[in-house]
């Protein structure tokens, strides 16, 4: 793959991982950070691109930015038991993308915005192993046999991390609702 091709892949898939990468950490620093690191990682190997994503370079896109925020919280994780300091994890502030401005006369739309903040809160508060499996199921669209290869987990493992999260989601989305 030249860097050509690397151009063309940051065009075509490079909206749709940043989203991913916001969606991943919840902030957009954080998330600035990790889109770059994806890039630069996928820069250094690129050939393994042309071997490993030439069928799908969105999914192997995707495992990188999955394999380094995994790999940053792990080194942040061990940093804090060394000397705690600030923490990797996101700030708990809401993160929407893509949203339109609302109107205040059509109640209808300003309903539906409650409800997705709802629900994308929901899903920021699930353990990273549902999320990351609910982000990439929902908001990327892939299969779970397409996101058990990314994330080098059997099949059923997704299924279950898809079905535990859906009750987890349901439960939280009931009290919300409830208020």
């Not at 990273?128 to 779970?144: A, F, P, T, W």
Request: proline share 3%.
């Amino acid at each position: 793959m030249t860097v050509f091709e690397l151009e063309q892949c940051i065009e075509t898939y490079g909206k749709e991982v940043y989203s991913f990468c916001l969606h991943l950490t919840g902030a957009r620093e954080w998330a600035d950070e990790l889109y770059q690191d994806t890039f630069l990682t996928v820069m250094e190997h690129i050939m393994q691109l042309h071997n490993d994503g030439g069928a799908n370079p969105k999914s192997y896109l995707l495992s990188v930015a999955i394999r380094l925020w995994k790999n940053k919280r792990r080194k942040a994780a061990w940093r804090r038991r060394i000397a705690p300091e600030q923490s990797m994890d996101a700030p708990g502030g809401e993160v929407l993308t893509g949203e339109t401005e609302l109107t205040d006369s059509i109640e209808t739309e300003v309903l539906r915005a409650e409800e997705r903040r709802q629900v994308q809160r929901a899903v920021d508060t699930l353990p990273e192993k549902y999320r990351v499996v609910v982000l990439l199921y929902y908001m990327e669209e892939l299969s779970v046999a397409q996101i058990a290869s990314l994330l080098h987990v059997p099949g059923g493992t997704v299924k279950s991390r898809l079905h535990q999260a859906r009750k987890l989601l349901r439960q939280q989305l009931e009290v919300l609702l409830d208020e």
